[in-house]
């Protein structure tokens, strides 16, 4: 396949996905074309869009690539779905997802010891919302539940992993 029908074939695959694909998963559909150039095609892709000042863009998000909005459209794609914006999260549960995502894997009772608050609701929420998940169990008395996120979260949030969240001497606490 040819460097212009590899370019044709992974937009495509990008566009049809519902889910960011990863320059494995790309180049495994793409039987014969190594993550060399496939990840060649993706940069000449996004420099393309860059140039052309179209109102999206080709992103790496949650250990993938997915094409996304420019985010000052976002007004007018939700006119055009009349849609409430998915997963939105009230203030108490985007704390209580913070904390999961920087203490991770963490038990209910140490989110809650941090927030001071109950939050059992609030967790299950999140999952409900696919951006938390069971990891596992700690090897202690009872043996809690462990939580963590998920590629939705990463993917909401538009980061490529929890090593793109901001360092919390960063963050601005009011």
């Known amino acids: ?11 495509a695959l990008l566009i049809a996905s519902p889910e960011p694909l990863s320059l494995a998963r790309i180049s495994s559909v793409l039987d014969g074309v ?11 892709i996004q420099t393309r869009l860059n140039e052309s000042g179209c109102g999206f863009r080709l992103e790496p998000i949650a250990g993938g690539y997915q094409y ?23 203030k108490s549960a985007f704390e209580t997802l913070a904390i999961i995502a920087y203490k ?8 809650e010891a941090i927030r001071g608050v109950s939050c059992g609701e609030i967790i299950r929420s999140l999952i409900e919302k696919d951006f938390v998940r069971v990891v596992g169990r ?3 008395l009872g043996r809690p ?9 990463l993917k ?6 929890l090593k793109d969240l901001p360092n919390p001497s960063e963050l601005k606490c009011n």
């Open 68 to 90: 996304r909005t420019l985010p000052w459209c976002s007004e007018y794609i939700e006119r055009l779905t009349k849609t409430r914006k998915p997963n939105t999260l009230s």
């Open 1 to 11: 396949m040819d460097g212009e029908r590899v370019k044709q074939t992974i937009e």
């Open 138 to 140: 700690e090897e202690i």
């Open 156 to 161: 909401v949030l538009g980061l490529m992993s």
């Open 34 to 44: 190594d993550s060399a150039t496939v990840r060649s095609a993706i940069e000449e």
């Open 104 to 111: 991770q894997p963490i038990k209910r009772q140490d989110i």
């Open 145 to 153: 539940l462990l939580y963590g996120t998920t590629k939705t979260c």
